[in-house]
């Protein structure tokens, strides 16, 4: 048995990372770190005229992103963090090899984020720019044991889906668990 310390929640923009991975950090009692605070001011500027980044500019940020992840683990600090790991490469960089770290990814149709992108105000990511995203997206091969969790649904049910398929135990319900909210993954 592994003990969870860190869940990433992964998927294409206006997929849900931010509102899930906040929703779930809250309902299991983890800190929670968001994937754009990861980015330099660089590809945020790229991105906000519109620009897909490219291999070369997200490797930087992957690094601290998985620089975060081991930070937690070898504090034994868990934690949620999100990132987009649209490639298998980038999911092998941030989870791969780190028994402790769960992957999940929102999964949702191509209209439906596109809509959500348009209704969303102040990100700097275009929706413009979707396509590059589902172009970019390398759904995970069984062997990188990534749970699913479909966003057609509210965020609550969404999280209690990843909740569900990690065997994760909510900070709230379970007073034994006092200072360690989480459960061992089988």
């Given at each position: 048995m592994t003990e969870l310390r860190v869940v990433l929640i992964a998927g294409v923009s206006g997929s849900g990372k931010t509102t899930i991975g906040t929703m779930l950090a809250?309902?299991?009692g983890w800190d929670y770190a968001e994937a754009d605070e990861f980015h330099s001011q660089a590809n945020i500027d790229k991105m906000s005229s519109g620009h897909a980044?490219?291999?070369?500019?997200?490797?930087?940020?992957?690094?601290?992103?998985?620089?975060?992840?081991d930070d937690r683990l070898r504090t034994d600090r868990p934690g949620v963090v999100t990132c987009s790991a649209l490639k298998r490469r980038y999911r092998d960089m941030l989870?791969?090899?780190?028994?402790?770290?769960?992957?999940?990814?929102?999964?949702?149709?191509?209209?439906?984020?596109?809509?959500?992108?348009?209704?969303?105000?102040?990100?700097?990511?275009?929706?413009?720019?979707?396509?590059?995203?589902?172009?970019?997206?390398?759904?995970?091969?069984?062997?990188?044991?990534?749970?699913?969790a479909p966003i057609d649904g509210t965020p609550e049910e969404t999280v209690a889906h990843i909740i569900a398929g990690l065997g994760l135990t909510p900070?709230?319900?379970?007073?034994?668990?006092?200072?360690?909210?989480?459960?061992?993954?089988?």
């Open positions: 809250e309902r299991i980044l490219t291999d070369a500019d997200r490797l930087p940020w992957l690094h601290s992103i998985a620089a975060w992840i989870a791969g090899g780190r028994s402790h770290v769960a992957m999940v990814l929102l999964d949702g149709d191509r209209d439906m984020i596109a809509a959500r992108m348009r209704d969303r105000k102040g990100h700097y990511f275009s929706a413009d720019l979707l396509d590059t995203q589902f172009a970019d997206l390398e759904l995970p091969a069984p062997d990188e044991d990534v749970l699913t900070a709230d319900t379970d007073p034994g668990d006092a200072g360690r909210p989480y459960r061992s993954r089988t």
